[in-house]
């Protein structure tokens, strides 16, 4: 990272990502965050090239919330921002209307797919209120997607439902995430197949 606090790409495909997980009790030292590492851990695993990383573990307050996602996109640069915690109905669970103060397109896609992949395990996955933004200044956009708190649901809905012969049964949202960085200006990112496989037309797929 450069002095001023921005993310600077070791090669031009380099993928910028902010990570944030919000929680009172992490962010204030009584509860151990496992958020972040097992969104570091799934992206180690799932991007065929490194990424770069900047995490952020802050309590569930909008204004703080908002703040810390503007300055990942503008100040930071990074090209996808991925939260933790703070999406359901509970009064302390303001992580979506803070992440859709700060966006300047709704997503709602990414959302609808979490619940669906997540309501074949509980019923309560109705009260999942995640949602997705792109937030665009005049040099740069980035994708925000809000994302469950616990660790194996954090995998589920990212890498997706698969049968024991590896079949597809649900695809998980990050196999939409490629394409959307290339269509808003960010790095042309690929991902390990056996993990997620990211999606393009025929027609976005670079030439090898």
Known sequence: MSESGRLSRAHPDQLLVGLVSISDRASSGTYEDKGIPALQDWLDAALTEPAQFATRLIPDEPDQISATLIELVDEVGCDLVLTTGGTGPSRRDVTPEATLAVGTKEMPGFGEQMRQIS?????????????????????????????PGQPK????????????????????????????????????????????????????????
């Open 119 to 147: 309501l074949r395990f509980v019923p309560t996955a109705i009260l999942s209120r995640q949602v997705a933004v792109i937030r665009e200044t005049a040099e740069h956009a980035a994708l925000i997607i809000n994302l």
């Open 153 to 208: 649901a954090i995998k589920e809905t990212l890498e997706g439902l698969k049968d024991a012969e590896g079949n597809v049964l649900a695809a998980g949202i990050f196999a939409a995430v490629p394409y959307c960085i290339d269509l808003i200006g960010g790095p042309y990112i690929e991902t390990r197949e056996d993990v997620v496989r990211g999606f393009r037309p025929k027609s976005a797929l670079r030439v090898k």
